[in-house]
């Protein structure tokens, strides 16, 4: 899909309109090839994820520019993030807007553990192997699939044979468990088809 941005130029001489054009394309393409927010005037607070596809060239100081953005996955989504925590080995937590979310989701160990598991909605969506020990962090990105243990990539520790990655939850309440106790964080945006 697109996103239009229709912008008005008026300017007292042809120069000073191209320089306007230059500032319009300069703040356009400011995420340079990456995807930015694009954040409608009239939903403050919600964004699409948007990347430039074209600006169109100017010929009189007076005139209209049709900015056009790519939406590559053209979800309305929260600015904010949304965040929940608990403590112990279960939480719940309620997703909002009108679709699914696939959010961050985090341990941070209490005490020595072999190994890891965590289901939502009795789902097991994410599995690793090995030790682990007390006060170390745990994270499952479930629309990237990485994984962190303390920041560091631990990709090669999931269990992939014992989980459902491709999980996402519909929008109201879950419940998060986890098989080792701890510090429990989920992270997410809501998000409108």
């Known amino acids: 899909d697109e996103a239009i ?24 393409a400011s ?11 009239h939903l403050p607070g919600k964004a699409y994820a948007a990347i430039l596809k074209r600006i169109p060239a100017i010929e009189n100081r007076f005139t209209t520019v049709d900015v056009v953005f790519l ?8 600015i904010a993030e949304r965040r929940a925590a608990g403590s112990g080995t279960e939480m719940t937590f309620r997703v909002g807007g009108t679709a699914s979310a696939q959010p961050v989701a985090a341990v941070t160990l209490t005490s020595a553990a072999e190994g890891l598991r965590m289901t939502v ?7 690793i192997g090995g030790s682990l ?4 962090k745990v994270e499952y990105n479930m629309r990237t699939g990485s994984t962190t243990i303390d920041g560091v990539h631990a990709e090669n520790r999931i269990l992939y044979a014992e989980i459902s990655p491709d999980i996402e939850l519909l929008p109201g309440e879950h419940t998060l468990i986890s098989s080792a106790a701890g510090s429990l964080q989920v992270r997410w945006h809501d998000e409108w088809l």
């Open 31 to 41: 995420s340079r090839n990456a995807t930015a927010e694009l954040e409608p005037t």
């Open 5 to 28: 941005i229709r912008v008005n130029i008026a300017a007292r001489t042809y120069d000073e309109a191209m320089e306007a054009r230059l500032k319009l394309a300069e703040w356009a």
């Open 133 to 136: 020990g007390a006060g170390q």
């Open 121 to 127: 909605d009795g789902i097991t969506f994410f599995a």
């Open 71 to 78: 939406l590559p996955r053209p979800v309305l989504h929260d």
